[in-house]
Protein backbone atom coordinates (compact mmCIF):
# COMPACT_ATOMS: atom_id res chain seq x y z
CA UNK A 1 0.00 0.00 0.00
CA UNK A 2 1.29 3.39 -1.02
CA UNK A 3 0.36 7.01 0.17
CA UNK A 4 -2.51 7.71 -1.59
CA UNK A 5 -3.93 3.81 -2.50
CA UNK A 6 -5.14 2.55 0.89
CA UNK A 7 -6.94 -0.70 1.25
CA UNK A 8 -10.19 -1.24 0.87
CA UNK A 9 -10.36 -1.74 5.13
CA UNK A 10 -8.71 1.81 5.25
CA UNK A 11 -10.52 3.99 8.13
CA UNK A 12 -10.79 7.37 6.92
CA UNK A 13 -10.38 10.77 9.20
CA UNK A 14 -11.24 14.14 7.68
CA UNK A 15 -9.09 17.49 8.74
CA UNK A 16 -11.16 20.47 8.42
CA UNK A 17 -8.18 23.39 8.42
CA UNK A 18 -8.86 26.26 10.78
CA UNK A 19 -8.89 28.02 7.83
CA UNK A 20 -11.79 26.04 6.26
CA UNK A 21 -13.53 26.74 9.92
CA UNK A 22 -13.26 30.32 9.95
CA UNK A 23 -14.74 30.30 6.12
CA UNK A 24 -17.79 28.81 7.89
CA UNK A 25 -17.43 30.84 10.29
CA UNK A 26 -18.36 33.94 7.83
CA UNK A 27 -21.13 32.53 6.61
CA UNK A 28 -23.28 30.27 9.25
CA UNK A 29 -23.96 30.87 12.79
CA UNK A 30 -21.49 29.44 15.14
CA UNK A 31 -24.07 26.43 15.74
CA UNK A 32 -24.13 25.78 12.17
CA UNK A 33 -20.93 25.47 12.01
CA UNK A 34 -20.15 23.33 14.56
CA UNK A 35 -22.93 21.24 13.56
CA UNK A 36 -21.47 21.15 9.55
CA UNK A 37 -18.04 20.34 10.73
CA UNK A 38 -19.45 17.72 13.09
CA UNK A 39 -21.53 16.03 10.37
CA UNK A 40 -18.65 15.86 7.88
CA UNK A 41 -16.45 14.40 10.34
CA UNK A 42 -19.17 11.78 11.05
CA UNK A 43 -20.49 11.14 7.38
CA UNK A 44 -17.60 12.01 4.92
CA UNK A 45 -15.35 8.52 5.55
CA UNK A 46 -18.59 6.43 5.07
CA UNK A 47 -19.53 8.02 1.68
CA UNK A 48 -15.91 8.90 0.20
CA UNK A 49 -15.32 6.22 -2.26
CA UNK A 50 -11.64 6.49 -3.67
CA UNK A 51 -10.71 6.24 -7.26
CA UNK A 52 -9.38 3.09 -8.09
CA UNK A 53 -5.54 2.82 -9.28
CA UNK A 54 -4.33 2.64 -12.01
CA UNK A 55 -1.46 0.68 -12.86
CA UNK A 56 1.89 3.55 -13.47
CA UNK A 57 -0.79 6.28 -12.48
CA UNK A 58 1.05 7.61 -9.21
CA UNK A 59 4.41 9.16 -9.66
CA UNK A 60 6.84 10.82 -7.07
CA UNK A 61 5.71 14.12 -7.07
CA UNK A 62 2.39 13.72 -8.17
CA UNK A 63 -1.47 15.86 -7.63
CA UNK A 64 -3.51 13.94 -5.45
CA UNK A 65 -7.04 13.70 -7.17
CA UNK A 66 -10.04 16.29 -6.04
CA UNK A 67 -13.58 15.21 -4.75
CA UNK A 68 -16.84 16.79 -4.16
CA UNK A 69 -18.90 17.51 -1.94
CA UNK A 70 -22.10 19.48 -0.47
CA UNK A 71 -24.29 20.29 2.34
CA UNK A 72 -27.67 19.43 1.62
CA UNK A 73 -28.92 21.31 4.24
CA UNK A 74 -26.73 24.35 2.85
CA UNK A 75 -26.16 26.48 -0.26
CA UNK A 76 -22.15 25.65 0.54
CA UNK A 77 -19.90 22.90 -1.56
CA UNK A 78 -16.79 21.74 -0.98
CA UNK A 79 -13.66 20.11 -2.60
CA UNK A 80 -11.68 17.81 -0.54
CA UNK A 81 -8.32 15.72 -1.33
CA UNK A 82 -7.56 11.97 -0.11
CA UNK A 83 -4.25 11.72 1.45
CA UNK A 84 -3.91 8.75 2.45
CA UNK A 85 -6.19 7.65 4.88
CA UNK A 86 -7.30 11.43 5.60
CA UNK A 87 -9.91 13.30 3.54
CA UNK A 88 -8.66 16.95 3.37
CA UNK A 89 -11.11 19.74 2.87
CA UNK A 90 -9.14 22.15 0.79
CA UNK A 91 -12.07 24.68 -0.39
CA UNK A 92 -15.66 25.68 -0.06
CA UNK A 93 -17.79 27.22 -2.18
CA UNK A 94 -21.34 28.47 -3.20
CA UNK A 95 -23.82 25.66 -3.98
CA UNK A 96 -25.03 27.37 -7.00
CA UNK A 97 -21.88 26.67 -8.45
CA UNK A 98 -22.16 23.01 -8.54
CA UNK A 99 -23.51 23.13 -12.37
CA UNK A 100 -26.56 20.82 -11.90
CA UNK A 101 -29.69 23.02 -11.33
CA UNK A 102 -31.63 19.77 -10.32
CA UNK A 103 -29.24 18.75 -7.36
CA UNK A 104 -30.31 15.35 -7.06
CA UNK A 105 -28.60 14.93 -10.82
CA UNK A 106 -25.27 16.61 -9.25
CA UNK A 107 -22.12 14.10 -8.30
CA UNK A 108 -20.40 14.05 -5.56
CA UNK A 109 -21.08 13.37 -2.22
CA UNK A 110 -23.73 15.02 -0.16
CA UNK A 111 -23.78 15.41 3.69
CA UNK A 112 -27.38 15.44 5.02
CA UNK A 113 -28.83 17.18 8.13
CA UNK A 114 -29.31 14.73 10.86
CA UNK A 115 -29.01 17.00 13.56
CA UNK A 116 -32.39 16.74 14.50
CA UNK A 117 -31.77 12.87 14.38
CA UNK A 118 -29.01 13.46 16.61
CA UNK A 119 -29.76 15.98 18.78
CA UNK A 120 -33.22 15.76 19.52
CA UNK A 121 -34.44 19.18 17.29
Not at 2 to 27: G, H, K, M, W, Y
Not at 49 to 76: C, E, N, V
Request: glycine content about 10%; hydrophobic content about 35%; some cysteine.
Amino acid sequence: MNNTDPSPATVFTVCVPRSIQNELDLVLSPIETILAIDQVHEQLPALHRPAPRQPGSQKAGGWSRLHHGRFGWLDIGFTYAQLGSRLVIVNLWPDRLWGSPDRSKAGGVVIRDDSAERYGR
